[in-house]
């Protein structure tokens, strides 16, 4: 499902992306919605993780229960952002 | 002026910016101790075995031990609950945590490992739980569940970091993120905080605006 806003969301994953897990600006331009994360970043581990969902809640106004932390919403960029719209547009 | 680093792992992702504020401050002519507490770094205690109460009593004493000259506390995230016990001269807090937030942050650590678990079953488990390979024993769990920073205290400056909204949704009713669980904040810096990265990288500048704000307010507080 794509919102109004969504460019704006995608944005804001890339640049928590770029910071949190310490990858290049151009890096995270390059991820399309099919790019894997979770499982192929190898940046991204678990403790990684719960970095960019905290950061995500703060720079988006949303909040993530932890019942809601999945491997599939992080499996891929489409995925995340996604479940981030579906949060700060819904 | 004595640091306290975060508890777990935000400890390894603030050092390298705690350090670089004292030394900014050794330039400025404040002299800065950053110790090992129970647990922590060289000390001889096991990380397991440390407790919330252990490092107070320890940041206490060596506050004791510097009683010359007037002692400031510089505490960052949870660093901000070890000196709650000692008799000091003022606290200056960077963006500081409740010991429920960081039993938040450890539960959050277990979610996003797949091995959710609820504070519930934390907080009663007669065992030691491990958090993404933090081994933290009962004890120091109801510790910290019960902690908070130290209230009401005189020359008590909190400073808070956070990076600015990405998005402001136009939503009707919305809540938006966290609500702030600190009573209050005399200074808010819009910066992307160190403790979310995973490899933080080094950031003179920010160190060097901290540093400025702590000499700047403890030469206030000596005036």
Redesign the interface.
Known sequence: MQFE?TP??E??IR?VLA????LSRERVDTFRPETPLFGSLP?L???????V???L???????IE??E???EMLETFGALTTFAANK??T | MVAALPLFEESNRTRHLVVTILRDLAARGIAGVLPDLPGTGDSHVATAATRLSAMRDAYAALVGQLGRHPVYALGIRSGALIDAASPLAGRWHLSPMTGAEVIAALLRLRAAAGERINREAVLASPAPVTFAGNVVAPDMLAELEAASSIRSAPRHRVVTLSSPPAYAPAKAGGQAGHPPSREHTDRSIAAFPPWRAAEPGHDPELAALLADDIAAWIARCEA
């Open positions: 806003g704006e969301i944005n804001a640049a910071d949190t897990l310490g940046e581990d678990s403790m990684a993780v719960a970095g969902l905290t950061e809640e703060d720079r988006l106004g949303i909040l932890d019942d932390v999945s491997g700060a547009l």
